[in-house]
């Protein structure tokens, strides 16, 4: 996206509504905001089925990145190996944070159990620091530079590559979650602790296994983010663009931070582009404050209503 920021009202709202202009922008913000959405679903996973509000999961984004820094670039594994490893990698360490720390927190007031995970995005941030330094490890370089020609319009390779990717991963997390025992587990607890238990579901087992799924995304998130932008220590806050998306869409509903992702994400491009790329940093909260004006439970969310 080579082309000079538009400047002045009406040549802003002329390239508006200029579609070889636009289209471009669409599909990166698609591609952006599956990111999002991916993290957000991860972030929206565990609090629906823990309870636990974690703001540490931009932070797993950017450890995600790291370990792909060491499989694609240090070691050139390439993507296909790189990806499942990154995936299975940061489900491990999803387990480690359930079984090491956040298992002795159940019970605990919730403002203590969000500042443990501040306190683990802390320690993330400060222990790649250490292994990696401060310098900015460029791009990943695993998917294609190339553009192809859409009429008048470039699109990028990487950021179709980026889409599909994303789309095969959320097929296959709705069919685990639809098909499979620990799925039906999963949505079981999230619904109704008291329940699943009677039913003979150990919450403790389902709480693990939210973790690692929830870390995996972030940790293919990671991966993919960091074959579109430089792969730094301020890649953490993409959290702070994910978590609004997860409001945005639902704080309970699981599509819904999907979708809110790529609102988010398309948004945050279009308005870059035409008013200023200083603008991409409040879009996802300019969006949220706006849907908490209209629908505070977000485009899917369901107001609880408590029995008294």
Do not use: C
């Amino acid at each position: 996206m080579g082309r000079p920021v538009p400047r002045g009202g009406p040549v802003i709202i002329a390239s508006a509504f200029d579609l070889s202009t636009n289209l471009p922008l669409i599909i990166g913000g698609i591609a952006l905001g599956s990111i999002y959405g991916i993290v957000a679903l991860g972030f929206v996973l565990v609090y629906k089925s823990t309870g636990v509000l974690n703001l540490a999961q931009g932070d797993f984004l950017m450890l995600g990145a790291y370990f792909s820094v060491t499989l694609l670039v240090t070691n050139d594994l390439g993507l296909l190996v790189s990806l499942p490893l990154v995936a299975v990698s940061m489900a491990l360490v999803g387990l480690a944070i359930h079984f090491s720390v956040m298992r002795r927190l159940v019970g605990q007031p919730f403002f203590s159990i969000v500042l443990v995970t501040i306190g683990l995005g802390t320690i993330i941030r400060a222990l790649l620091l250490m292994r990696y330094g401060p310098i900015e490890k460029g791009r990943l370089g695993a998917l294609p530079e190339g553009s192809f020609s859409l009429g008048s319009t470039k699109i990028l390779w990487a950021n179709l590559i980026i889409v599909g990717i994303i789309g095969l991963l959320l097929v296959g997390f709705m069919l685990f979650f639809r098909f499979t025992r620990m799925g039906l587990h999963i949505r079981a607890v999230a619904d109704n602790l008291e329940a699943a238990a009677a039913q003979g579901i150990k919450p403790d087992t389902v709480y693990a296994m939210t973790w690692g799924v929830s870390l995996a995304l972030a940790g293919i998130a990671g991966l993919l983010f960091g074959n579109v932008n430089n792969v730094t220590p301020q890649a953490s806050t993409i959290g702070l663009a994910a978590m609004p998306a997860a409001v945005i869409g639902g704080l309970g509903s699981l599509g819904g931070a999907v979708v809110g992702g790529l609102i988010v994400g398309v948004f945050e491009l279009l308005l870059g582009y035409h008013l200023g790329q200083s603008w991409r940093q409040p879009a996802a909260y300019m969006l949220l404050f706006a849907m908490l004006l209209v629908k505070p439970t977000g485009l899917f969310g369901r107001r609880e209503l408590d029995r008294v």
